[in-house]
């Protein structure tokens, strides 16, 4: 019986080492194609300006009402609107984008 053991062990390393390929031609290939991605993207400044929204466009992409939930406050920092029912704060709702 352990020579059986053995001889599948052996067996098992043989394949798992026979199933080890390596295309050395495919990784060259993706190493081109990872580098030629890095140059082409553009770090630049001028494209990659930012504008920050005003609370006045935030609370324009809100809407005033979800349901019953009616909007009370718009916070810019989080990019969030916070609902409640009736002026019920334990019935909150908070629509974060």
Do not use: G, R, W
Request: hydrophobic share 40%; proline share 2%.
């Amino acid at each position: 019986m352990k020579h059986h053991i053995k001889i599948l062990m052996f067996l098992v390393i043989v394949s798992c080492q026979e199933n080890k390929t390596v295309i050395p031609e495919s990784i060259a290939s993706h190493k081109a194609a990872v580098a030629s991605n890095k140059s082409t993207i553009n770090t630049s400044d001028s494209e990659a300006s930012e504008t920050k929204l005003t609370k006045e466009q935030f609370i324009d992409f809100f809407p005033n009402q979800i349901d019953d939930y009616k909007l009370i406050d718009v916070s810019v920092s989080l990019a969030s609107a916070m609902y409640v029912i009736d002026n019920n704060y334990n019935a909150s709702m908070t629509y974060s984008l």
